[in-house]
Each structure stands twice: as structure tokens, then as C-alpha cells.
């Protein structure tokens, strides 16, 4: 499994050497032999740990920014693009209206109770949404807070947003670290007459796997 890791790559340690030696080199003994096996098994062990240790299985692909301190994980088919504002952005290929990206912005508050209970920030978030011309209705489906496995505190929405462009499903998923605001957002267009959910369970799985860690 591959993780994308921007900006970070792994040293494996370099084996250990034997001392100077005189005349022909000479087969080194066994438990040299053994070092340098172990060491060389060691090296392999460091440089697969990044994708073993995610639990990311053989259909999905693990996003991780060194620089800004997250990752998540979303279907290994899907592409990385790109977008203004947004600090990545992964599409299905096959339906490029749905997406999974991360925006980071700067705040002022340290923590995300800081913005309101997750009822309060669901409710801003619908308002937002209706303050848009363009939208006709927008129904919140789903919100709840957690914590993530580093125990950061986060919020998740899911809603449905009609509009002059279509039916959207979109889902939300915000936190706060050392002043700065993460927001992993997932959209997926619905089709004329339904939103299919095997289509938006992919973003749920991103979502679910967002974390971030003070860098």
C-alpha cells in the first residue's frame, strides 16, 4: 500500500561495519552475518511502517501532509488534483463531481469548542449554505463530535444541498489545532432522481479517517 507523504521521506539506518582489515577481504562470521541481516530486515520494517501502521487496505490510498500535520485515506483509483483554496483535492475519475479535499485556514481560537457545540457550528453551517442565491433547500442529515485516535476533538456533518446546480451530498468534518482550522469537506453530485448511497459511502470513509497532529 502506498502513502503519499509530500514533503517527508523515510532514512532507513545504515548498517553497521566491520572494522579495518588487512590483505583480501574475508567472508565476515556468523553473528556479523546475522547483524547485518537483522539491520537490513530493520530498514524494510521502517520503510513499509507508514502504510502498514494506517490501516489502509488494498482499495484505498492514505493522504499524509507533513507539512500541515494530517492525513485521511480515500480509494486507491482515485486522483489527485488540485483546486484554489484547497490544500489537496482527490476525484473519482470516473465521476469527477465527487471529490475529497482539505482546506487549512488560520484562526484565532486554540481549540474547536472554542466555535460552539456541534449543534451550534451545524446550524452556522446551514446558514451559511442558505445565504447562497443559488440554493433552493439544504437539510442537515447527520452531525455528531468525536475524538479522533490522536484524541483530537472534531465534528462531523452530512447534508443534502439543492440548488440551481443540482442535488449535492456534502460532508463536513472540522478541527482545531495549534490555531489552525481543518475542514475535510467530500462532494458527491446525486444523480436526477436519487443520491446513491454506495456513492457516498467513500467520502464517509475519508471523513472518518481524518486526523491531525500538532507540527
Known amino acids: 500500500m502506498r502513502a503519499w507523504r509530500g514533503d517527508e521521506s523515510v532514512q532507513p539506518p545504515m548498517p553497521p561495519t566491520s572494522g579495518p582489515h588487512s590483505?583480501?577481504?574475508a567472508e565476515p562470521p556468523l553473528a556479523t552475518r546475522r547483524l547485518l541481516l537483522l539491520s537490513a530486515a530493520s530498514a524494510l520494517a521502517i520503510g513499509s511502517a507508514s502504510s502498514s501502521s494506517s490501516g489502509a487496505s488494498e482499495s484505498e490510498k492514505?493522504?499524509?501532509s507533513s507539512s500541515q500535520g494530517y492525513h485521511f485515506r480515500y480509494p486507491a483509483a482515485?486522483?489527485?488534483?488540485?483546486?484554489?483554496g484547497a490544500d489537496v483535492l482527490i476525484e473519482n475519475p470516473g465521476r469527477k463531481s465527487t471529490t475529497v479535499g482539505v482546506t487549512v485556514l488560520p484562526v484565532r481560537i486554540a481549540s474547536l469548542d472554542k466555535f460552539g457545540d456541534v449543534a451550534l457550528v451545524g446550524e452556522r453551517l446551514l446558514g451559511a449554505e442558505?445565504?447562497?442565491?443559488?440554493?433552493?433547500?439544504?437539510?442537515?442529515?447527520h452531525q455528531s463530535s468525536r475524538q479522533s485516535a490522536s484524541g483530537l476533538l472534531l465534528y462531523d456533518f452530512e447534508y443534502e444541498l439543492d440548488s440551481?446546480?443540482?442535488?449535492?451530498?456534502?460532508?463536513?468534518?472540522?478541527?482545531?489545532?495549534?490555531k489552525k482550522l481543518y475542514i475535510l469537506n467530500g462532494n458527491y453530485k446525486c444523480e436526477e432522481s436519487v443520491c446513491r448511497e454506495s456513492?457516498?459511502?467513500?467520502l464517509r470513509i475519508s471523513a472518518?479517517?481524518?486526523d491531525a497532529l500538532p507540527v
Not at 482515485?78 to 484554489?84: C, L
Not at 456534502?170 to 482545531?176: H, R
Open 23 to 25: 590483505g583480501a577481504s
Open 208 to 210: 472518518a479517517s481524518f
Open 78 to 84: 482515485w486522483e489527485q488534483t488540485s483546486k484554489a
Open 199 to 202: 456513492e457516498v459511502e467513500p
Open 130 to 141: 442558505r445565504a447562497k442565491e443559488s440554493t433552493k433547500s439544504v437539510t442537515m442529515l
Open 164 to 178: 440551481t446546480r443540482g442535488r449535492k451530498r456534502i460532508l463536513s468534518t472540522v478541527a482545531v489545532v495549534n
Open 62 to 64: 492514505e493522504y499524509i
